[in-house]
């Protein structure tokens, strides 16, 4: 059964760092989400992966998947107190349906 | 368009007490997750409903859970003598079938249990 582990737990930064939150799976996972919650709010969709070698960049967020590895990492270039939020990722495998969840990590970027 | 709809927003019941929750998926998903986060936590897979294949309860905590989803759409989750670890945010997600299988999440709804 596909589990899914992230770190770290928690993140705390100073503006203009950069950083990286690391999300690994343990068995065959070809699509993998990463996925953003504010306090209080639902879960906002920010990359779905696909493919190894797969990158995408939105701002100051890229995200990749080594299929190989069984990892995927959320980088964070130049952090901006608008991106605190707690991050989650998200593996699945093409055929079925369920999609195991991180524990999230929850990121406080500091003024 | 409109996204995914969950109602009530907030839920504060005492325990023993029956619950139910709404959910609103887009128009068109024929795919349907509910799950549970408790506070600080992940996202635990409750239940899933695919059109009018039998669903995947495999996620539900006991037997005092259940939902159904009426004509492929609108489902409802039924919480039956609530306890004070039900105490949770509930979040209903839909997807289309096939695509990249992107799952789109409702606001939940935030269960108190006194």
């Known amino acids: 059964e596909l589990k899914v582990e992230q770190n770290p737990l928690f993140l705390s930064m100073q503006e203009g760092k950069n950083y990286t939150i690391y999300c690994n799976y343990s068995?065959?996972?070809?699509?993998l989400y990463w996925y953003r919650q504010d306090p209080g709010k639902s879960l906002e969709s920010l990359f779905v992966?696909?493919?190894?070698?797969a990158v995408k960049q939105e701002g100051r967020l890229m995200a990749s998947l080594d299929t190989k590895a069984r990892l995927s990492t959320l980088h964070i270039t130049a952090a901006v107190h608008d991106l605190s939020a707690t991050y989650f990722c998200?593996?699945?495998?093409?055929?079925?349906?369920?999609?195991?969840f991180g524990t999230g990590t929850r990121l406080k970027v500091l003024a | 368009g409109a996204g995914v709809s969950q109602s009530p927003s907030n839920k504060v019941t005492e325990k023993g007490k029956d619950v139910e929750l709404r959910c609103d998926p887009i128009?068109?998903?024929?795919?349907l997750y509910w799950y549970r986060q408790s506070l600080g936590q992940g996202l635990e897979f409750l239940i899933y409903?695919?059109?009018?294949?039998?669903?995947?309860k495999s996620g539900l905590p006991s037997d005092r859970f259940s939902a159904e989803r009426t004509g492929g759409s609108v489902s409802t989750l039924t919480i039956q003598r609530t306890q004070q670890e039900d105490s949770a945010v509930y979040l209903c997600?839909?997807?289309?079938?096939?695509?990249?299988?992107?799952?789109?999440f409702g606001p939940g709804t935030r269960l108190t249990v006194l």
């Open positions: 997600a839909s997807r289309t079938s096939g695509g990249d299988n992107e799952q789109f």
């Open positions: 068995t065959t996972s070809d699509r």
């Open positions: 992966l696909l493919s190894n070698g």
């Open positions: 998200a593996g699945s495998t093409s055929g079925t349906y369920k999609y195991i």
């Open positions: 128009s068109g998903h024929t795919a």
């Open positions: 409903f695919q059109g009018n294949s039998a669903p995947d």
